[in-house]
Nanobody, 124 residues
Framework: VQLQASGGGLVHIGGSLRLSCAVSGFSLDSYGIAWFRQAPGKEREALSW????????YYADSVKGRFTISRDNAKNTVYLQMNSLKPEDTAVYYC??????????????????WGQGTQVTVSS
C-alpha cells in the first residue's frame, strides 16, 4: 500500500492549487481517503474526506466552500482543489487512507497509511 501526495508549491494569496494523491496496492472503491495538513508548531488538521463507496464528501469548516475533494478511480488518484488560498493555508499537506470507522472522519487514528506530504506555501 502506498500513497503519494504531490502538487504543492508556492502560490500568492487568492490563488489556487490542485493536490494529487496517487494510491497503489488497494482500490479507491473500497477505502475512503482524507486530506490533512500540519503547519509548523500546530496540530495536524483534518480538511476533507471522500468515502470509498458512494463518494460522499466531508469538509472542515476552515476549508468549506474553498476546497473540493474528488477522485478518479481509473487513475487511482484523489484530488484536493484549493481555491482562494490564504496565508493560514500554509502547511504540509498529507493524504491518508481510512481503515477504521470507530469515530469521526477527522480523527487521525482512523487512518492506517499516509502519504509523505507536500508543502503548500501561500505568500503575499
Amino acid at each position: 500500500v502506498q500513497l503519494q501526495a504531490s502538487g504543492g508549491g508556492l502560490v500568492h494569496i487568492g490563488g489556487s492549487l490542485r493536490l494529487s494523491c496517487a494510491v497503489s496496492g488497494f482500490s479507491l472503491d473500497s477505502y475512503g481517503i482524507a486530506w490533512f495538513r500540519q503547519a509548523p508548531g500546530k496540530e495536524r488538521e483534518a480538511l476533507s474526506w471522500i468515502r470509498g463507496r458512494g463518494a460522499s464528501t466531508y469538509y472542515a469548516d476552515s476549508v468549506k466552500g474553498r476546497f473540493t475533494i474528488s477522485r478518479d478511480n481509473a487513475k487511482n488518484t484523489v484530488y484536493l482543489q484549493m481555491n482562494s488560498l490564504k496565508p493560514e493555508d500554509t502547511a504540509v499537506y498529507y493524504c491518508a487512507r481510512r481503515y477504521w470507522y470507530r469515530s469521526s472522519w477527522s480523527a487521525a487514528r482512523e487512518y492506517d497509511y499516509w502519504g509523505q506530504g507536500t508543502q503548500v506555501t501561500v505568500s503575499s
